[in-house]
């Protein structure tokens, strides 16, 4: 279960806002609300002023996805690496699969969300992708100094397709 607070939505360092918006969180669909990308953290509110953040060194992966027998609706995707559903578990979820099957799935949230017009999918990505830089990984910082060269951090990422892979991914 996605507790539900209420928050006031950040006013400082907001990049993109998309009204409209339907937040999904694991398989709860969270109904209709205003998304804001800062450069602090992802929050979304619903018209009644609750809401949740997600805080950026906590997101694994971002991405639009357009594939709708993945999900039924394009949406902006976003992966966490932690659970912050409650699940419950049932009798019959037990040794119906491998321990580190489950342990896999306990470890991470998938957030979905699903912007009212399609077209806000591209900026919501290209907002995401700026802020996302500002919080690099420490563990990214601490590994080799062998880079990313070719690419300007000033430019933001074009969107890639969930599922999509660099042609520079296909080399190695």
Not at 95 to 109: A, F, I, L, P, Q
Not at 159 to 168: I, K
Request: hydrophobic share 30%; aromatic share 6%.
């Amino acid at each position: 279960m996605v507790v539900l607070t209420n928050l006031p939505p950040p006013t400082e360092g907001v990049r993109y806002t998309e009204k409209n918006t339907v937040a999904v969180v694991g398989e709860k669909n969270l109904g209709d609300g205003t998304l804001y990308i800062a450069e602090s953290c992802v929050a979304w509110t619903n018209p009644g002023g609750e809401g949740f953040n997600l805080q950026y060194p906590s997101i694994s992966l971002h991405a639009v996805s357009r594939d709708q027998t993945a999900f039924p609706q394009q949406c902006l995707y976003i992966m966490l690496d932690s659970d912050i559903t409650d699940k419950e578990s049932s009798p019959a979820d037990t040794g119906s699969g491998s321990e580190e099957d489950e342990e896999d799935k306990s470890d991470m949230t998938e957030v979905r969300f699903i912007p009212q017009d399609n077209t806000a999918l591209d900026p919501m990505f290209q907002a995401m992708s700026g802020c996302q830089m500002l919080h690099p990984d420490p563990e990214d910082l601490d590994s080799d100094e062998e880079g990313y060269d070719d690419e300007d951090p000033s430019q933001p990422a074009e969107p890639m397709e969930v599922g999509q892979f660099d042609d520079a991914d296909a080399e190695k």
